[in-house]
């Protein structure tokens, strides 16, 4: 199981210490690092900052939404940062949900989120391979455009750049099980958000004989304290921003998963309590439980013990969000 360094989105402003903290996991052995986007920083100039000044570490999106870019906008930023980085770059991209989508890009969002996200990796591998001008007679991003409000003047091109790697990695952030099922078949690696070892049948069947060098990175809170309770403060706050926040009250795919993984009543109180505007009563009703068995936190000793399950599973590579450094070494030494 490999070991990646999460660093997320930025806040206010810049993350401080991000550069130092991507310096240390390479140096420590880290095999990657990722950044993701909400509605603020981007995912890929910082990548594009860390890549410059590191020379071995993996440099990966965690993740790029999809409703940000056409894809065709995407794979340039992905054949241009694999150019400039030697090769490091991994696209992990998502669709995010309706509110972000429709509320801060202005777009629709997919009916159907399947077809839609197969659509978009169909061309974002097309530009990567080079083989022929990019065409693709899709629902949700065809090309040429064909639509009447168009000139009909546009015809398939292929990218001027060749791309460094046609076989650049493309993960997908997926949730529910049929979304889960088809990133096996089209991605080359799955970015779940929440990550149970022992709630693997959330995904239904999806994770039954995964293809050969599939990978499975969750992004898993890490942090070495003396105090568990102290610990998991910052993963309920996140949860409760998460599945409160993230969606509609009719809509939240996050709220959804950990209903599936067993927490129905706790996400509908989560919810309920968030939207009301009553958000600390909204993280202190994340149960301990959850918060827990997906993070790793407490002791060294304690988190040596609960590793071993997550190598047990199809984990491939355990991508800790953390921004201490001691927990980045502890990680290291146990993971080595």
């Known amino acids: 199981m490999r070991l990646g360094l999460a660093l997320g989105y930025w806040g206010r402003g810049p993350g401080p210490g991000h550069l130092a903290l991507a310096q240390e996991a390479e140096r ?6 990722w950044t993701a986007e909400a509605w603020g920083s981007d995912a890929f100039t910082p990548l594009t900052w860390i890549a410059a000044h590191t020379s071995r570490i993996r440099l990966g999106t965690a993740v790029a939404q999809m409703a940000a870019r056409s894809p065709t906008a995407t794979a340039m930023h992905a054949l241009t940062l694999d150019h400039l980085s030697g090769g490091r770059f991994l696209l992990g991209l998502g669709l995010s949900g309706p509110q972000v989508v429709e509320g801060w890009y202005g777009r629709p969002f997919p009916r159907s989120p399947l077809t839609a996200t197969r659509e978009y990796v169909d061309v974002v591998r097309q ?53 889960v099922a088809q990133t096996t078949r089209i991605a080359d690696g799955w970015l779940p958000l929440y990550w149970s070892p022992t709630r693997t049948d ?3 069947s999806a994770l039954t004989g995964l ?23 910052p993963v309920k706050a996140m949860l409760g921003f998460y599945i409160g926040g ?37 993280v202190r009703a994340v149960p301990d439980a959850f918060a827990d068995e997906i993070s790793l936190v407490g002791p060294r000793e304690r988190i040596a013990e609960r590793l071993e399950p997550w190598r047990a599973g199809p984990v491939t590579d355990l991508l800790a969000l953390t921004s201490d450094p001691h927990t980045l070494r502890v990680l290291a030494d146990l993971a080595g």
């Open 28 to 33: 420590l052995g880290y095999d990657s690092v």
């Open 127 to 179: 530009v990567l391979r080079r083989k022929a001008p990019v065409a693709l007679d899709g629902r949700f991003h065809p090309l040429p455009y064909a639509g009447d409000d168009g000139t009909g003047l546009g015809r398939p091109l292929k990218p001027l750049t060749h791309p460094l790697r046609a076989d650049l990695p493309v993960l997908l952030g997926a949730e529910g099980p049929k979304n």
């Open 202 to 204: 959330a995904y239904g």
């Open 211 to 233: 293809p050969d060098g599939f990978l499975v990175a969750p992004l898993v809170r890490a942090q070495v304290c003396a105090d568990v309770t102290e610990g998991l403060a």
């Open 246 to 282: 993230m969606g509609h009250a009719t809509r939240n795919f996050h709220a959804d998963l950990m209903a599936r993984m067993g927490f129905a009543d706790a996400a509908a109180r989560v919810r309920e309590l968030f939207l009301a505007g009553r958000r600390e009563e909204a």
